[in-house]
């Protein structure tokens, strides 16, 4: 795992960020582009960094009903385990089969 020094380095505060909101529980990444979290134009990028970094954070593919369209959805796990948070019941099906953990 990288020092807290690294974090500091170019766009270290949306990465902060970004960490503070996967530790209350999954994103979206579209709601991660809409204000109040309007802070990274490319969630993804900070996402791939705080993995490098040594955080455990999984996409979670989630498809439409219909299968006609996906979200990606991120999820923080802590000791091998997910946060869920308050996810919505099919996300956490979801997050349940990509783990094989309980959240």
Request: contains cysteine; charged residues 25%.
């Amino acid at each position: 795992m990288k020092s807290p020094s690294d974090v500091l380095q170019p766009y270290g505060s949306s990465r902060l960020r970004l960490l503070g909101r996967l530790q209350q529980g999954p994103a979206w990444t579209l709601d991660l582009r809409r204000e109040p979290h309007r802070w990274s134009a490319n969630p993804a990028a900070r996402v791939q960094e705080l993995r490098e970094a040594g955080h455990d954070i999984r996409t979670i593919r989630v498809w439409a009903d219909d299968l006609s369209d996906y979200y990606d959805c991120y999820v923080l796990g802590i000791n091998g385990v997910p946060v869920v948070g308050k996810a919505w019941p099919y996300i956490t099906k979801a997050i349940r089969a990509k783990w094989g953990k309980q959240p």
